[in-house]
């Protein structure tokens, strides 16, 4: 048997090292979690942690910016629907993907690295607006809504929502809370035609890698 | 001239140890901010500290539940224009009251007391819940409008928002980021004439203690 050739190594090393990292973030927060706490759960020797991150500052960050890096979002349907759909589906992989879990508390926790760093509810935001643009040319979208704007409420609107269902229940009133945010927010953007089609009940099962 | 009576050099005391805490918690975070750097901050020892918080948990957990004690809310109109009056209000407060502020920066902070205690959520919910049941009475409201759902929705909106307007813009779009958020949320609650008559640009001046 041969042994796997030395990139495919590192790959798996950073891997673990954000796995580790992942899950001692999701448990202490930014503060809590100490280098040494996350090595010793990675198995790991400093040496191997440096020669992929300087320091548990870009560790950290590595982990908020790549918290979507496995999710497998589905390519159908576009526009309102899907993005209704990506927001309920988020709901339910936060109770078991702690990449993701970690990445989100990471980008709420003011000893962390987005205390200066919007970049990760950015990449949501343009996200959200990719689909709103669909939803725009199909007609779905009522003539007042700015895509833009709008894109920027529903990331600000989520991320109290999750909080909120974190600290309440451990998210696991989650879905229907965003389900009742999508009651609340969809009759002013969506057309009477859409908004009488659109689905918020079904949340699919999602894949991840 | 007499000193002060016993109990009233108490009671400054405590504001002044809050008030120090609250400086600290608004900069540093709940992690980064030791009781050192708050009673350095407040020019008091250990032994006067004591005598009001146990512990700097304690500390922090009264600046949470108290953030809003100095916050005087406009009397009128009731219902639902006072509820989006509300918002504004606090939005601008935000800029210029180190209490409610470092309050608001504790309870999204995964390192500080709400981690494991919803209540100042439940405070301010039950505070916009107070105005749905007046503008329910009101006629204002959409026939399918849950208040107590509304409410919930609506502090986790805001909690978002002023978090995603703080790490984007150190909170000086707050205001804009609210009334964007009040454009989306209230086709969906309010009566096509209560939606017609609604203000969203008068933000008044709150007086503050």
Redesign the interface.
Known sequence: MKSKPPQERAVRTRRALLRAAAECFDEC????AGTNKILARAGMTQGAMYFHFKSKEELAHAVMLEQAADLELPAEPRGLQQLVNVTLMLAVEMQNNVLLRAGV?LA????GP?????SI?SWWAALFHKELVVARAAGELRDD?DEK??S??L???????Q???E??TGRSDLTL?IT??W???????ATPEMLAALDLNGVPVMETG
Chains 1, 2 share one sequence.
């Open positions: 927060g930014y503060y809590g508390r709420v926790d003011p000893a987005a205390r200066h760093d919007d509810y809504v704007s709008f920027q409420t990331v600000g609107a989520y991320t109290g929502t909080l909120m269902s600290i309440t809370r009742n945010l009651r609340f927010l969809l009759p002013g953007i």
